[in-house]
Protein backbone atom coordinates (compact mmCIF):
# COMPACT_ATOMS: atom_id res chain seq x y z
CA UNK A 1 0.00 0.00 0.00
CA UNK A 2 1.50 3.16 -1.07
CA UNK A 3 0.24 5.93 0.54
CA UNK A 4 1.54 9.45 -0.01
CA UNK A 5 3.68 10.70 3.66
CA UNK A 6 1.76 14.30 3.75
CA UNK A 7 -1.07 12.10 4.74
CA UNK A 8 -3.00 11.66 8.05
CA UNK A 9 -5.44 9.14 8.37
CA UNK A 10 -8.30 8.43 10.24
CA UNK A 11 -9.91 4.54 11.63
CA UNK A 12 -12.98 5.08 9.93
CA UNK A 13 -10.38 5.19 6.27
CA UNK A 14 -10.73 8.99 5.51
CA UNK A 15 -7.41 10.91 4.85
CA UNK A 16 -6.60 14.76 5.84
CA UNK A 17 -4.10 16.54 4.25
CA UNK A 18 -2.75 20.50 4.64
CA UNK A 19 -2.54 22.75 1.87
CA UNK A 20 -0.48 25.17 1.74
CA UNK A 21 -3.22 27.79 2.56
CA UNK A 22 -4.17 26.45 5.62
CA UNK A 23 -7.40 24.42 4.52
CA UNK A 24 -7.46 20.71 4.71
CA UNK A 25 -8.47 18.24 2.19
CA UNK A 26 -10.77 14.93 3.07
CA UNK A 27 -11.15 12.07 0.87
CA UNK A 28 -11.13 8.25 1.43
CA UNK A 29 -7.88 5.81 0.94
CA UNK A 30 -7.20 3.62 -1.58
CA UNK A 31 -7.62 0.53 0.57
CA UNK A 32 -11.43 2.45 1.66
CA UNK A 33 -12.18 2.34 -2.28
CA UNK A 34 -11.15 -1.17 -2.90
CA UNK A 35 -13.35 -2.08 -0.45
CA UNK A 36 -16.33 -0.18 -1.73
CA UNK A 37 -15.57 -1.15 -4.89
CA UNK A 38 -17.17 0.94 -7.79
CA UNK A 39 -18.35 4.09 -6.73
CA UNK A 40 -21.54 5.18 -8.28
CA UNK A 41 -22.74 8.28 -6.13
CA UNK A 42 -21.37 10.55 -4.20
CA UNK A 43 -23.15 13.15 -1.70
CA UNK A 44 -21.08 15.95 -0.64
CA UNK A 45 -21.33 17.86 2.12
CA UNK A 46 -23.75 20.97 2.35
CA UNK A 47 -20.94 24.36 2.28
CA UNK A 48 -20.64 26.74 5.19
CA UNK A 49 -21.86 24.01 7.40
CA UNK A 50 -19.81 23.36 10.89
CA UNK A 51 -18.19 20.08 11.33
CA UNK A 52 -16.93 18.09 14.58
CA UNK A 53 -14.66 14.83 14.39
CA UNK A 54 -16.68 12.02 13.67
CA UNK A 55 -19.64 13.55 12.41
CA UNK A 56 -21.08 11.93 9.45
CA UNK A 57 -20.95 14.49 7.25
CA UNK A 58 -21.22 13.03 3.34
CA UNK A 59 -22.39 9.92 1.89
CA UNK A 60 -20.43 7.61 -0.65
CA UNK A 61 -22.46 4.85 -2.18
CA UNK A 62 -21.09 1.95 -4.51
CA UNK A 63 -23.09 -0.34 -6.15
CA UNK A 64 -23.67 -2.28 -3.30
CA UNK A 65 -24.03 -0.17 -0.56
CA UNK A 66 -23.88 3.20 0.99
CA UNK A 67 -21.27 4.33 3.48
CA UNK A 68 -20.67 7.46 5.40
CA UNK A 69 -17.78 9.64 5.68
CA UNK A 70 -16.88 11.00 8.96
CA UNK A 71 -15.50 14.79 9.13
CA UNK A 72 -11.79 14.13 11.05
CA UNK A 73 -11.59 17.32 12.69
CA UNK A 74 -13.74 19.90 13.69
CA UNK A 75 -13.88 23.24 11.52
CA UNK A 76 -16.05 24.34 8.84
CA UNK A 77 -16.50 22.70 5.49
CA UNK A 78 -15.83 25.40 2.89
CA UNK A 79 -15.35 23.31 -0.83
CA UNK A 80 -16.60 20.19 -2.26
CA UNK A 81 -15.24 18.30 -5.65
CA UNK A 82 -18.09 19.08 -7.67
CA UNK A 83 -16.56 16.96 -10.54
CA UNK A 84 -17.86 13.83 -7.94
CA UNK A 85 -21.22 14.79 -9.54
CA UNK A 86 -20.58 13.13 -12.94
CA UNK A 87 -17.64 10.89 -12.40
CA UNK A 88 -17.72 9.30 -8.42
CA UNK A 89 -15.01 6.98 -10.23
CA UNK A 90 -12.47 9.12 -9.97
CA UNK A 91 -12.63 7.96 -6.15
CA UNK A 92 -11.52 4.78 -7.66
CA UNK A 93 -9.23 5.71 -10.10
CA UNK A 94 -7.49 8.53 -8.17
CA UNK A 95 -8.28 8.26 -4.03
CA UNK A 96 -5.68 10.71 -2.86
CA UNK A 97 -5.78 13.43 -6.40
CA UNK A 98 -8.48 13.82 -8.54
CA UNK A 99 -10.79 11.98 -6.07
CA UNK A 100 -10.30 14.48 -3.34
CA UNK A 101 -14.16 14.40 -1.76
CA UNK A 102 -14.22 18.18 0.40
CA UNK A 103 -12.30 20.74 2.34
CA UNK A 104 -12.30 22.05 5.74
CA UNK A 105 -11.47 25.32 7.32
CA UNK A 106 -10.30 24.14 10.16
CA UNK A 107 -10.69 25.24 13.73
CA UNK A 108 -7.03 24.32 15.07
CA UNK A 109 -4.65 22.97 12.01
CA UNK A 110 -2.81 21.07 14.50
CA UNK A 111 -5.58 17.93 15.06
CA UNK A 112 -4.71 17.00 11.61
CA UNK A 113 -1.20 15.78 13.46
CA UNK A 114 -2.82 13.83 16.11
CA UNK A 115 -4.42 11.45 13.30
CA UNK A 116 -2.56 8.60 12.14
CA UNK A 117 0.63 8.74 10.20
CA UNK A 118 0.61 6.12 7.18
CA UNK A 119 2.62 3.60 8.72
CA UNK A 120 0.15 3.54 11.26
CA UNK A 121 -3.02 3.23 9.16
CA UNK A 122 -0.87 0.52 7.23
CA UNK A 123 -0.51 -1.16 10.58
CA UNK A 124 -4.23 -0.92 11.23
CA UNK A 125 -5.63 -2.11 8.47
CA UNK A 126 -3.05 -5.23 7.73
CA UNK A 127 -4.18 -6.23 11.41
CA UNK A 128 -8.01 -6.09 10.04
CA UNK A 129 -6.45 -8.45 7.46
CA UNK B 1 -19.92 -22.47 7.52
CA UNK B 2 -17.87 -21.90 5.01
CA UNK B 3 -18.68 -24.19 1.97
CA UNK B 4 -16.10 -23.97 -1.35
CA UNK B 5 -17.62 -24.85 -4.68
CA UNK B 6 -15.46 -26.52 -6.77
CA UNK B 7 -14.08 -23.71 -8.79
CA UNK B 8 -12.82 -21.66 -5.45
CA UNK B 9 -9.45 -22.16 -6.55
CA UNK B 10 -10.22 -20.78 -9.71
CA UNK B 11 -11.83 -17.91 -8.34
CA UNK B 12 -8.61 -17.25 -6.35
CA UNK B 13 -6.53 -17.55 -9.59
CA UNK B 14 -8.60 -15.32 -10.90
CA UNK B 15 -8.24 -12.35 -8.60
CA UNK B 16 -11.82 -12.78 -7.43
CA UNK B 17 -12.53 -10.93 -4.22
CA UNK B 18 -14.44 -13.80 -2.04
CA UNK B 19 -17.00 -13.38 0.28
CA UNK B 20 -19.57 -15.41 2.36
CA UNK B 21 -23.18 -16.28 0.76
CA UNK B 22 -25.40 -18.25 2.97
CA UNK B 23 -22.30 -20.28 4.10
CA UNK B 24 -20.56 -20.30 0.80
CA UNK B 25 -17.02 -18.21 -0.21
CA UNK B 26 -18.37 -17.03 -3.58
CA UNK B 27 -16.50 -13.91 -5.78
CA UNK B 28 -18.23 -10.91 -4.67
CA UNK B 29 -16.31 -9.42 -8.18
CA UNK B 30 -13.19 -9.97 -9.67
CA UNK B 31 -12.24 -6.28 -10.28
CA UNK B 32 -14.30 -4.44 -11.19
CA UNK B 33 -18.58 -5.57 -10.80
CA UNK B 34 -19.29 -2.78 -13.34
CA UNK B 35 -17.04 -3.60 -16.19
CA UNK B 36 -17.85 -7.17 -15.52
CA UNK B 37 -21.86 -6.34 -15.72
CA UNK B 38 -20.77 -4.62 -19.13
CA UNK B 39 -19.51 -7.76 -20.72
CA UNK B 40 -22.38 -9.70 -19.85
CA UNK B 41 -24.72 -6.99 -21.35
CA UNK B 42 -22.20 -6.76 -24.46
CA UNK B 43 -20.51 -9.97 -24.72
CA UNK B 44 -20.28 -12.91 -22.51
CA UNK B 45 -19.61 -13.86 -18.69
CA UNK B 46 -19.83 -16.56 -16.71
CA UNK B 47 -20.59 -16.64 -13.03
CA UNK B 48 -20.10 -19.82 -10.34
CA UNK B 49 -23.51 -20.62 -9.38
CA UNK B 50 -22.81 -24.04 -7.91
CA UNK B 51 -24.26 -22.68 -4.55
CA UNK B 52 -27.34 -23.59 -5.93
CA UNK B 53 -29.30 -26.80 -5.02
CA UNK B 54 -29.92 -29.37 -7.34
CA UNK B 55 -33.44 -31.69 -6.39
CA UNK B 56 -33.97 -34.61 -8.42
CA UNK B 57 -37.95 -35.68 -8.16
CA UNK B 58 -38.49 -39.14 -9.38
CA UNK B 59 -40.93 -41.87 -9.80
CA UNK B 60 -44.57 -42.83 -11.40
CA UNK B 61 -45.87 -40.37 -9.37
CA UNK B 62 -43.63 -37.54 -9.70
CA UNK B 63 -45.72 -35.61 -12.12
CA UNK B 64 -48.81 -35.39 -10.39
CA UNK B 65 -47.27 -34.51 -7.42
CA UNK B 66 -45.71 -31.50 -8.66
CA UNK B 67 -48.42 -30.54 -10.07
CA UNK B 68 -49.74 -29.96 -6.78
CA UNK B 69 -46.51 -28.78 -4.85
CA UNK B 70 -45.82 -25.92 -7.69
CA UNK B 71 -48.13 -22.90 -8.91
CA UNK B 72 -46.65 -22.96 -12.57
CA UNK B 73 -48.27 -26.43 -14.18
CA UNK B 74 -45.71 -28.63 -15.27
CA UNK B 75 -48.10 -30.80 -17.54
CA UNK B 76 -47.40 -28.35 -19.99
CA UNK B 77 -43.90 -29.17 -20.31
CA UNK B 78 -42.47 -31.21 -23.18
CA UNK B 79 -39.50 -33.41 -22.44
CA UNK B 80 -36.55 -31.71 -21.49
CA UNK B 81 -38.45 -28.34 -21.47
CA UNK B 82 -38.21 -25.89 -18.21
CA UNK B 83 -40.27 -23.23 -16.54
CA UNK B 84 -40.43 -20.52 -13.72
CA UNK B 85 -42.46 -21.51 -10.57
CA UNK B 86 -43.09 -20.64 -7.04
CA UNK B 87 -43.29 -23.34 -4.33
CA UNK B 88 -46.00 -21.49 -1.96
CA UNK B 89 -47.64 -22.63 1.25
CA UNK B 90 -51.26 -22.55 2.13
CA UNK B 91 -51.80 -18.91 2.55
CA UNK B 92 -49.89 -18.61 -1.02
CA UNK B 93 -46.94 -16.94 0.47
CA UNK B 94 -44.14 -18.04 -1.03
CA UNK B 95 -41.40 -20.75 0.22
CA UNK B 96 -39.30 -20.05 -2.84
CA UNK B 97 -38.71 -19.67 -6.72
CA UNK B 98 -37.09 -22.04 -8.91
CA UNK B 99 -36.88 -24.03 -12.20
CA UNK B 100 -38.31 -26.65 -12.92
CA UNK B 101 -36.70 -29.49 -15.78
CA UNK B 102 -38.65 -32.43 -17.08
CA UNK B 103 -36.67 -35.04 -18.29
CA UNK B 104 -39.43 -37.54 -19.21
CA UNK B 105 -42.70 -38.16 -17.27
CA UNK B 106 -41.31 -39.87 -14.38
CA UNK B 107 -37.84 -37.68 -13.66
CA UNK B 108 -38.00 -33.84 -13.14
CA UNK B 109 -35.21 -32.11 -11.71
CA UNK B 110 -35.48 -28.58 -9.84
CA UNK B 111 -33.40 -26.52 -9.13
CA UNK B 112 -33.79 -23.83 -5.62
CA UNK B 113 -31.91 -21.14 -3.83
CA UNK B 114 -28.82 -21.80 -1.67
CA UNK B 115 -30.54 -19.40 1.04
CA UNK B 116 -33.83 -21.54 1.32
CA UNK B 117 -32.12 -25.14 0.86
CA UNK B 118 -32.90 -26.85 4.16
CA UNK B 119 -36.59 -25.49 4.24
CA UNK B 120 -37.15 -26.35 0.74
CA UNK B 121 -36.04 -29.65 0.70
CA UNK B 122 -37.62 -30.16 4.68
CA UNK B 123 -41.25 -28.71 3.25
CA UNK B 124 -40.95 -30.90 -0.54
CA UNK B 125 -39.99 -34.11 2.12
CA UNK B 126 -42.55 -33.54 4.32
CA UNK B 127 -45.50 -33.32 1.40
CA UNK B 128 -44.08 -36.37 -0.36
CA UNK B 129 -46.87 -38.96 -1.13
CA UNK B 130 -46.95 -42.07 -3.95
CA UNK B 131 -44.26 -43.22 -5.94
CA UNK B 132 -41.77 -40.28 -5.23
CA UNK B 133 -38.34 -40.19 -4.49
CA UNK B 134 -36.14 -36.64 -3.92
CA UNK B 135 -32.39 -37.17 -4.68
CA UNK B 136 -29.67 -33.82 -3.91
CA UNK B 137 -27.19 -34.27 -5.69
CA UNK B 138 -23.30 -33.09 -4.38
CA UNK B 139 -20.70 -33.78 -6.52
CA UNK B 140 -22.07 -31.35 -9.03
CA UNK B 141 -21.02 -27.64 -10.06
CA UNK B 142 -22.81 -25.44 -11.74
CA UNK B 143 -22.03 -22.08 -14.31
CA UNK B 144 -24.28 -19.62 -15.97
CA UNK B 145 -22.47 -18.74 -18.72
CA UNK B 146 -24.38 -15.05 -19.97
CA UNK B 147 -24.33 -12.47 -22.82
CA UNK B 148 -25.08 -12.35 -26.47
CA UNK B 149 -21.91 -14.17 -27.38
CA UNK B 150 -22.29 -17.09 -24.79
CA UNK B 151 -23.71 -19.19 -26.70
CA UNK B 152 -20.96 -19.53 -29.24
CA UNK B 153 -17.97 -18.98 -26.94
CA UNK B 154 -19.13 -21.72 -24.50
CA UNK B 155 -19.42 -24.18 -27.95
CA UNK B 156 -16.11 -23.76 -28.66
CA UNK B 157 -15.33 -24.16 -25.06
CA UNK B 158 -16.84 -27.30 -25.02
CA UNK B 159 -15.48 -28.75 -28.40
CA UNK B 160 -11.79 -27.53 -27.11
CA UNK B 161 -12.67 -29.90 -24.02
CA UNK B 162 -13.79 -33.01 -26.07
CA UNK B 163 -17.65 -32.33 -24.70
CA UNK B 164 -18.85 -30.69 -28.01
CA UNK B 165 -22.52 -29.94 -27.22
CA UNK B 166 -24.95 -29.08 -29.85
CA UNK B 167 -26.23 -25.62 -27.78
CA UNK B 168 -26.84 -23.50 -30.72
CA UNK B 169 -30.11 -25.36 -31.48
CA UNK B 170 -31.21 -25.45 -28.10
CA UNK B 171 -34.33 -23.41 -27.59
CA UNK B 172 -34.81 -20.93 -25.28
CA UNK B 173 -35.65 -23.30 -21.76
CA UNK B 174 -35.12 -26.55 -23.46
CA UNK B 175 -32.12 -28.34 -21.80
CA UNK B 176 -30.15 -31.21 -23.15
CA UNK B 177 -28.11 -34.19 -21.64
CA UNK B 178 -24.91 -35.48 -22.27
CA UNK B 179 -23.46 -38.22 -20.34
CA UNK B 180 -22.56 -36.77 -16.98
CA UNK B 181 -23.43 -33.11 -18.14
CA UNK B 182 -26.86 -31.21 -18.16
CA UNK B 183 -26.94 -27.61 -20.29
CA UNK B 184 -30.27 -25.54 -20.13
CA UNK B 185 -30.66 -22.38 -22.20
CA UNK B 186 -31.64 -20.83 -19.01
CA UNK B 187 -30.00 -17.47 -17.04
CA UNK B 188 -30.62 -14.98 -14.29
CA UNK B 189 -29.41 -11.86 -16.38
CA UNK B 190 -32.44 -10.78 -18.72
CA UNK B 191 -29.57 -11.87 -21.71
CA UNK B 192 -28.91 -15.49 -23.88
CA UNK B 193 -27.03 -17.92 -22.15
CA UNK B 194 -26.28 -21.03 -20.96
CA UNK B 195 -26.65 -22.97 -17.43
CA UNK B 196 -24.36 -26.10 -17.31
CA UNK B 197 -24.23 -28.63 -14.77
CA UNK B 198 -20.71 -30.48 -15.05
CA UNK B 199 -19.26 -33.24 -12.11
CA UNK B 200 -16.98 -31.06 -9.90
CA UNK B 201 -13.59 -32.44 -10.98
CA UNK B 202 -14.67 -30.77 -14.71
CA UNK B 203 -15.65 -27.79 -13.57
CA UNK B 204 -12.01 -25.82 -13.06
CA UNK B 205 -11.62 -27.06 -16.79
CA UNK B 206 -14.85 -25.40 -17.82
CA UNK B 207 -14.53 -22.52 -16.49
CA UNK B 208 -10.55 -22.03 -17.57
CA UNK B 209 -11.78 -23.06 -21.62
CA UNK B 210 -14.35 -20.24 -21.21
CA UNK B 211 -11.60 -17.71 -20.11
CA UNK B 212 -9.53 -18.44 -23.18
CA UNK B 213 -12.48 -17.69 -25.45
CA UNK B 214 -12.31 -14.14 -23.45
CA UNK B 215 -15.62 -14.81 -21.56
CA UNK B 216 -15.47 -12.85 -18.78
CA UNK B 217 -15.39 -14.10 -14.86
CA UNK B 218 -18.01 -12.61 -12.97
CA UNK B 219 -19.50 -12.15 -9.23
CA UNK B 220 -21.98 -11.76 -7.45
CA UNK B 221 -21.92 -8.33 -7.12
CA UNK B 222 -22.87 -8.20 -11.02
CA UNK B 223 -24.89 -10.84 -10.82
CA UNK B 224 -27.78 -8.85 -8.40
CA UNK B 225 -27.36 -5.63 -11.04
CA UNK B 226 -27.64 -7.51 -14.02
CA UNK B 227 -30.98 -9.45 -12.83
CA UNK B 228 -32.65 -6.21 -11.86
CA UNK B 229 -32.09 -4.56 -14.20
CA UNK B 230 -33.96 -7.73 -16.26
CA UNK B 231 -36.53 -7.07 -13.73
CA UNK B 232 -36.09 -10.54 -11.81
CA UNK B 233 -37.09 -10.90 -8.21
CA UNK B 234 -34.55 -12.25 -5.62
CA UNK B 235 -35.86 -14.62 -3.42
CA UNK B 236 -35.62 -13.05 0.35
CA UNK B 237 -36.02 -9.38 -1.04
CA UNK B 238 -38.33 -8.82 -3.38
CA UNK B 239 -40.20 -12.38 -2.95
CA UNK B 240 -41.00 -13.88 0.78
CA UNK B 241 -43.14 -16.12 2.85
CA UNK B 242 -45.78 -13.18 3.92
CA UNK B 243 -46.52 -12.60 0.21
CA UNK B 244 -48.06 -14.03 -2.79
CA UNK B 245 -46.70 -14.54 -6.13
CA UNK B 246 -49.53 -12.42 -7.34
CA UNK B 247 -48.45 -9.23 -5.48
CA UNK B 248 -44.88 -10.00 -5.99
CA UNK B 249 -44.91 -8.89 -9.70
CA UNK B 250 -45.14 -12.58 -10.78
CA UNK B 251 -48.66 -13.85 -10.84
CA UNK B 252 -47.61 -15.20 -14.56
CA UNK B 253 -45.84 -18.28 -12.54
CA UNK B 254 -49.38 -19.49 -11.27
CA UNK B 255 -51.46 -21.22 -13.64
CA UNK B 256 -54.70 -21.67 -13.04
CA UNK B 257 -56.19 -23.01 -16.28
CA UNK B 258 -56.83 -26.02 -14.91
CA UNK B 259 -59.43 -26.00 -12.68
CA UNK B 260 -59.09 -29.94 -12.02
CA UNK B 261 -55.49 -29.11 -10.64
CA UNK B 262 -55.43 -28.78 -7.17
CA UNK B 263 -51.72 -26.93 -5.71
CA UNK B 264 -50.54 -25.53 -2.51
CA UNK B 265 -52.17 -22.09 -2.16
CA UNK B 266 -54.34 -22.36 -4.89
CA UNK B 267 -57.47 -20.87 -3.04
CA UNK B 268 -56.06 -17.86 -2.48
CA UNK B 269 -54.14 -17.25 -5.34
CA UNK B 270 -57.05 -18.13 -7.95
CA UNK B 271 -58.91 -15.39 -5.78
CA UNK B 272 -56.26 -12.76 -6.21
CA UNK B 273 -55.72 -13.10 -9.72
CA UNK B 274 -59.21 -13.40 -10.32
CA UNK B 275 -59.82 -10.15 -8.28
CA UNK B 276 -56.55 -8.36 -8.33
CA UNK B 277 -54.62 -7.32 -5.02
CA UNK B 278 -54.05 -3.94 -3.47
CA UNK B 279 -50.52 -4.84 -2.65
CA UNK B 280 -48.20 -5.16 -5.53
CA UNK B 281 -44.91 -4.80 -7.07
CA UNK B 282 -43.97 -1.87 -9.23
CA UNK B 283 -40.52 -1.14 -11.00
CA UNK B 284 -39.16 2.17 -10.31
CA UNK B 285 -36.65 4.70 -12.04
CA UNK B 286 -35.30 7.68 -9.70
CA UNK B 287 -35.70 10.42 -11.65
CA UNK B 288 -32.34 12.42 -9.90
CA UNK B 289 -29.39 11.38 -8.77
CA UNK B 290 -28.94 9.37 -5.52
CA UNK B 291 -29.63 5.52 -5.14
CA UNK B 292 -32.20 3.34 -4.00
CA UNK B 293 -32.02 0.51 -1.50
CA UNK B 294 -33.78 -2.39 -0.41
CA UNK B 295 -35.61 -0.93 2.79
CA UNK B 296 -36.20 2.56 2.16
CA UNK B 297 -39.59 4.13 2.39
CA UNK B 298 -42.04 4.77 -0.87
CA UNK B 299 -44.01 7.90 -0.42
CA UNK B 300 -47.09 9.36 -2.55
CA UNK B 301 -48.08 12.54 -1.61
CA UNK B 302 -46.40 12.88 1.61
CA UNK B 303 -48.23 8.86 2.41
CA UNK B 304 -46.03 6.27 3.27
CA UNK B 305 -47.43 3.44 0.41
CA UNK B 306 -44.70 0.74 0.46
CA UNK B 307 -41.56 -0.52 0.71
CA UNK B 308 -38.04 -0.36 -1.94
CA UNK B 309 -37.56 -4.61 -2.33
CA UNK B 310 -34.64 -4.50 -4.39
CA UNK B 311 -32.39 -0.97 -5.11
CA UNK B 312 -29.46 -0.66 -7.10
CA UNK B 313 -27.71 1.68 -9.52
CA UNK B 314 -28.46 0.72 -13.11
CA UNK B 315 -25.17 0.45 -15.39
CA UNK B 316 -26.96 0.35 -18.63
CA UNK B 317 -29.15 3.40 -17.44
CA UNK B 318 -26.59 5.12 -15.81
CA UNK B 319 -29.09 5.75 -12.98
CA UNK B 320 -30.88 3.94 -9.72
CA UNK B 321 -33.37 1.42 -10.42
CA UNK B 322 -35.76 -0.21 -7.83
CA UNK B 323 -38.56 -2.99 -7.03
CA UNK B 324 -40.99 -1.46 -5.12
CA UNK B 325 -43.83 -3.31 -3.01
CA UNK B 326 -46.95 -0.90 -2.67
CA UNK B 327 -50.60 -1.01 -1.36
CA UNK B 328 -51.95 1.58 -3.66
CA UNK B 329 -51.42 3.15 -7.16
CA UNK B 330 -48.16 4.76 -8.16
CA UNK B 331 -49.51 6.33 -11.12
CA UNK B 332 -47.70 9.47 -12.22
CA UNK B 333 -45.03 9.00 -9.95
CA UNK B 334 -43.70 8.74 -6.10
CA UNK B 335 -40.87 9.38 -3.62
CA UNK B 336 -38.22 7.65 -2.53
CA UNK B 337 -37.12 8.68 1.03
CA UNK B 338 -33.12 8.02 0.94
CA UNK B 339 -31.58 9.04 4.57
CA UNK B 340 -34.79 11.06 5.10
CA UNK B 341 -35.22 13.60 1.96
CA UNK B 342 -37.91 12.62 -0.30
CA UNK B 343 -36.49 11.50 -4.10
CA UNK B 344 -38.74 11.52 -6.92
CA UNK B 345 -39.17 8.48 -9.00
CA UNK B 346 -41.10 7.24 -11.36
CA UNK B 347 -42.96 4.29 -12.78
CA UNK B 348 -41.54 2.03 -15.49
CA UNK B 349 -42.56 -1.20 -17.16
CA UNK B 350 -40.29 -4.04 -16.81
CA UNK B 351 -37.55 -4.95 -18.06
CA UNK B 352 -35.71 -1.59 -17.07
CA UNK B 353 -33.00 -2.69 -19.82
CA UNK B 354 -36.17 -1.88 -22.42
CA UNK B 355 -35.24 2.09 -21.27
CA UNK B 356 -32.06 1.96 -22.63
Keep these: MDIPGDLRLTATHEWARINDDGTVTIGITEHAQEQLGDLVFVETPELDTKCEPEQAVAVVESVKAASDLYAPIAGTIIDANADLADSPELINDSPYENGWIFKIQPDDVSDVENLMDPDDYTNMVSADE | ?356
Design chain 2, 1 to 356: MDLKTPLYQSHKDAGAKLVDFYGWQLPIHYGSQIDEHNSVRQSAGVFDVSHMTIIDVSGQDAQAWLRGMLTNDVAKLAPMQALYSCLCNEEGGVIDDLIAYKINDTQYRLVVNAGTREKDIAWLKQHVSGDVKLAVPSNSAMLAVQGPDAVTKTAIALDSMGAGADIQNLKRFFALEQGDWFIARTGYTGEDGVEIVVPGELAPLLFKALLEQGVAPCGLGARDTLRLEAGMCLYGQDLDESHSPVQSGIGWAVDVRDPERQFIGRDVLYEQKSTGTDVHQVALVLSQKGIMRAGQVVQRSGQAIGTVTSGTFSPTLQKSIALARVNKPVVGGCDVIIRDKPFAAEPVELPFTKLA
